[in-house]
């Protein structure tokens, strides 16, 4: 006799077919494929894109705010400036008001690398809008903006989210 208990298969079938973490995933992993193939000729991943266009800014940014826009804690924003460094694109500095703090900016040469990605870009959303449903990607973005600004909250089973 066994004491292990038993999930049924049709347990497993509804998760997968309602698990909205498990689509968001898939979905995440597909587009971030499609725009890595789109973008590697002008020298970038689709990380990388983001992060770059992350930094485009009137005054060089710290490293806090743009590890909150791109959801990442700064010891990873870090590891993924490092190869974008040893190419010359993004120069990390001392922040002249606060010297354990650094700020974040292009190079010039990382300007040139990201206007060669931006059409690039450009077109691969472009083709990427037109599959969807009536064309608009308006909804979707709205839902994945609603969804993204739950994190560090839990929600309750047939309630809104609470913090956790």
Partial sequence: MSNSI????????MVRDTCLCLHVQRAARALARLF???????????????LMMSLNRPEPPPM???????AMDQTT??????????????????NPKDRRRRLLSLTVEGKAALAKALPIWEATHAALDATLPD????????????????SGETPKPGGSPVPS
């Fill in 64 to 70: 806090g705010p743009v590890a909150a826009l791109l």
């Fill in 36 to 50: 890595d193939d789109a973008l590697r000729p002008a020298g970038l991943t689709n990380g990388q894109f983001s």
């Fill in 135 to 150: 064309g608009d990607a308006t909804r979707l973005r709205q839902d994945l903006q609603a969804l993204s600004g739950m």
């Fill in 77 to 94: 924003l870090t590891a993924a400036l490092k190869p974008l460094q040893r190419k010359g694109w993004v120069d990390v500095m001392e």
């Fill in 6 to 13: 038993e999930i049924p298969f049709s347990t497993t079938l």
